[in-house]
Nanobody
Framework: QVRLAESGGGLVQAGDSLRLSCAAS????????MGWFRQAPGKEREFVAA????????YYAASVKGRFTIARINAKNTVYLQMNTLKPEDTAVYYC?????????????????WGQGTQVTVSS
């Protein structure tokens, strides 16, 4: 089992940047593909970005591609989400998740382990 804890959320203005972190503990972090998802009030949870075990492959939702960057440091058991040029529509609770199989990185139901989430609010 792996435990995940997100941090780095907050209230920012449109155009600002934030970096989210997700610290993992438990079983070997490098065995898991990692993803970031978000959920806005009244909306379903949606895929944001994902990264493979060795960082060789990354995936992004169309809405964030070019603005967000996912990265991981396996030696630190941490995955990051650098968010630039934030927009009000990026407002949501952001979750990191871990998937041992990583066959469908954009599918939330593929991920077995989830953090509690961190709130990101972007004001206009």
């Amino acid at each position: 089992q792996v435990r995940l804890a997100e941090s780095g959320g907050g209230l920012v203005q449109a155009g600002d940047s934030l970096r989210l972190s997700c610290a993992a503990s438990g079983r070997t972090f490098s065995s898991y593909g990692m993803g970031w998802f978000r959920q806005a009030p009244g909306k379903e949870r949606e895929f944001v970005a994902a990264i493979s075990r060795s960082s060789s492959n990354t995936y992004y939702a169309a809405s964030v591609k070019g603005r967000f960057t996912i990265a991981r440091i396996n030696a630190k058991n941490t995955v990051y989400l650098q968010m630039n040029t934030l927009k009000p529509e990026d407002t949501a609770v952001y979750y990191c998740a871990a998937d041992l199989g990583f066959s469908r990185p954009a599918v939330a139901t593929e991920y077995a382990y989830w953090g509690q989430g961190t709130q990101v609010t972007v004001s206009s």
